[in-house]
């Protein structure tokens, strides 16, 4: 009994992802969006935040052909297809870097620290890479 | 709900998870400062400030043994800041409801 | 209670996997129960049976082979960051296996609590 | 002697690389921003400052293909820093004395 | 003109092997030789032959493998940094050898340039 | 001719080894420290820079017995028997974390950053990690 009462489908857990890396220099952007289209699939309430230089993952218009790179960002587009539609982003780090949410590559929810900080707070699961 | 764990394991004098944690951590939260997070403990250190200013928002603990292991166990630490072996560090993620990492 | 842990880093290069390793004993030594580790990104590196540090330095593959092993923990290397980093079966230490991430997701539901350690 | 020239690969958000090797690179020297370094040449970031008061101490260039990667292109530069492409790096290497990475 | 590389991060991961490797064509481009590519640290990844990234990804190992057999360049792992992290001459990529941290200090002699790639 | 030029003993370049990180979050200090007493070996000119958390490399008093990791601070004192003799620490990197060179396991030359940064000017080849 115990165990169908864990792994059953009523338990649903608030997961939260946080990218705080800009994307290129390292795999972390790239591999915690990988983490996200397998989480989608289960029946979990998801979250993705972008925050610090996370925010230059959804910067628009990138062309890596000149690394040799995969261009990634397109599959931001995806995130609603898999039905993951919270995707903060944190106002304070667009602002010291410039950017508005037009920039972005898909749309999303601006969030001050502040309110960003009451959602956090609500999370069963925070995975950060 | 019970406060949030979050957990810092970097310099504060060459990244900027402290500050980011500062800016979004819930007032009521507990910060633990493991690995080279430590160094954001001494007392001082330029950084001192950072901690010391938020003694009333935040519960403060680091990690004894990667103290001891950096050479600072003679050091001054920001007052206030409760010290915890690896025991501690696993109670205090049990008191939690949920542990962020800062990396 | 119960305790996942997420390893991001490999062995060596950055103290992820030993602070996870001592915390992981710690754990034990409470009474808890590890539900799980799962070894992401570089972590999957600390599943090389290769790994031959000088022989005073620690052996964080063989030690976390032997947790795992001793106390029936079970550890999980992500199958899709092993493989582009050339981590196979061919070369993986006793105690580990290879499975996809939506181990790590399920480590996030079954485990009261999730810790995880990177760079 | 030929000036150094000192690569940068880190984010000025992130890490302190640039800061240290504006304080210890001799006036005269060359700095390139590659990688995640490029976002210091950002003429509208936060950080723009740190550069665009320097620029009489130093020559600022940046990695175009890295620029590019991380949908750039289009964004506004800190006046006076050149964009060169691989060629351009390899050119740079070569006609400076000795090149120091600020990892 | 003669230059040296130093790799101090593995494939994937950092983008230090990346750059690093279109600095390299860049220099054979320009009409100079390269002396050595010396891996140290977690560099000593990009030498493991079982790396298998996905199909529509750059497959770094097979990259450097191809560029150091195709114009006799050098490509020395560090043979302590190596063997701490599991990397042998079983798993060793075609035109890779394993020898010690003189061969560093030697290529910072010998070439006229030493570019360093790191995190 | 050529090849007895550059490759004979009268080759004397100047080495610099810059370490700027932290000891035991990462292995970085501990292989630089590898690399230095393998380059003592050979007759080249040497000196090695301890500048921001690098200077917590040197920091006394290191006791690694809780971390289970070697406590390598004691081998910077064979420095000198392998004949490294120039060793520099950054003021400006002590000064900011509360340390003076009292507090480091060596002797060391203090430097200004104004100073520091004409001896890193004269230098050949810079290896960093």
Known sequence: ???????????????????????????????????????AAFDQDISVVFMDDGVYQLKKNQDTTGIGMKNFSKTFGALEDYGVEKIYVEKESLDAR???????????EVLAAVDLSEIMARQDVVISS | MSPMLHLINKSPFERTALDSCLRLAKPGSSI?????????????AAHAGKIAGRMEDFSFYVL?????????????????????????????????????SWL | MKFGILINEGPFTHQ?????????????????????????HDGVYNSNRLSQPQTDD????????????????????????????????E?????????????????????????????
């Open chain 1, 98 to 108: 410039g950017l508005s949410a037009g920039d972005l590559v898909i749309p999303v």
């Open chain 2, 64 to 100: 004894g043994p990667d103290v001891a292991a950096r050479g600072l166990s003679d050091a001054a630490l920001i007052e206030g800041i409760a010290v915890v072996d690896y025991a501690g560090f696993v109670d205090l993620v049990a008191e939690h409801h949920v542990t962020q």
């Open chain 3, 58 to 89: 620690r052996n964080l593959v063989a030690l976390w082979s032997k947790l795992g092993t001793e106390h029936g923990i079970d550890l999980v290397v992500c199958v899709g960051a092993a493989l582009r980093r050339g981590v196979k079966d």
């Open chain 1, 1 to 39: 009994m115990e165990e169908y009462d864990e792994s059953g489908p009523e338990v649903v857990k608030r997961f939260m992802y946080v990218n705080r890396r800009a994307p290129y220099g390292t795999i972390y952007a790239l591999e915690c969006l990988e983490v996200v289209l397998v989480a």
């Open chain 2, 32 to 44: 633990l400062l493991i690995e080279d997070g430590v160094y954001a403990a001494l007392g001082k």
């Open chain 3, 91 to 119: 070369v993986l230490a006793e105690g580990f296996r290879i499975s996809g991430l939506g181990q790590l997701v399920e480590a996030g539901i079954q485990a009261d609590r999730l810790v995880v350690f990177g760079d």
């Open chain 3, 16 to 40: 992820a996997s030993d602070s996870a390793y001592r915390f992981a004993e710690a754990v034990l030594a409470r009474g808890h129960e590890i539900y799980r580790v799962f070894f992401y």
